[in-house]
């Protein structure tokens, strides 16, 4: 279902990242975190926009707790790349241990975006790591905890991608969530979504 997809797209928006002819986005998390379905959501979002899409995991299971990346890659021509992502537009953390277990910024274009689950302000992630990129952070698993109940963070930090970076459009992903889970879990899901949206940093 998210291999490519090619479909006829309108006239292209003025958006927070380039539209090239490829906007690749490269999520960092830990098994149970959601990484998977947050990749595939912003996909579907992406999708009902008119775009062409994959998103796809890293090679191997996903186990509870262990590192895991999952890609996503948005077009407005038909893709033809079938690899992984090596130098990403965009980078999502989910679990902010991993500034320091990986190397989450490498292949890191020299414009893109670095978009952090961390109670840490940008300029501080970007001291930590010493990396010269636009940075956005936000206490995602607060948000989660207060809203979900649960560090189920990919939905708040969809919202922290999307204000950051305008990929796609909040509403886009507002009514794929809607449509990908049960009407109580979506409603919680949105309400992450938007307060996330809300209290993002960018710096």
Request: proline content about 4%; hydrophobic content about 40%.
């Amino acid at each position: 279902m998210f291999g490519n997809i090619a479909l006829e797209m309108g006239k292209p928006k003025e958006r927070g990242v380039s539209l090239q002819e490829i906007i690749d986005v490269r999520f960092h998390g830990r098994g149970g975190q959601g990484v998977v379905t947050a990749s595939r959501l912003l996909a579907e979002a992406a999708l009902s926009e008119g775009k062409r899409i994959q998103s796809f995991p890293s090679f191997g299971a996903e186990r509870e707790g262990a590192p895991i990346r999952a890609f996503t890659r948005i077009s407005e021509k038909p893709i033809t790349i079938h690899s992984q992502i090596y130098n990403p537009d965009i980078v999502v953390v989910l679990d902010p241990t991993l500034l320091r277990a990986e190397n989450v910024t490498e292949g890191l274009k020299d414009k893109g975006w670095l978009i952090v689950n961390t109670s840490s302000s940008p300029s501080e992630v970007k001291n930590a790591l010493n990396a010269n990129v636009r940075t956005a952070t936000v206490d995602a698993t607060k948000i989660a905890l207060e809203v979900l109940g649960a560090p189920r963070v990919n939905a708040p930090m969809l919202g922290a991608l999307v204000k950051a970076t305008k990929i796609v459009n909040l509403d886009s992903i507002l009514q794929v969530i809607g449509k990908a889970f049960r009407k109580e879990v979506a409603e919680k899901n949105v309400q992450a979504v938007r307060r996330a949206y809300q209290e993002v940093v960018e710096g």
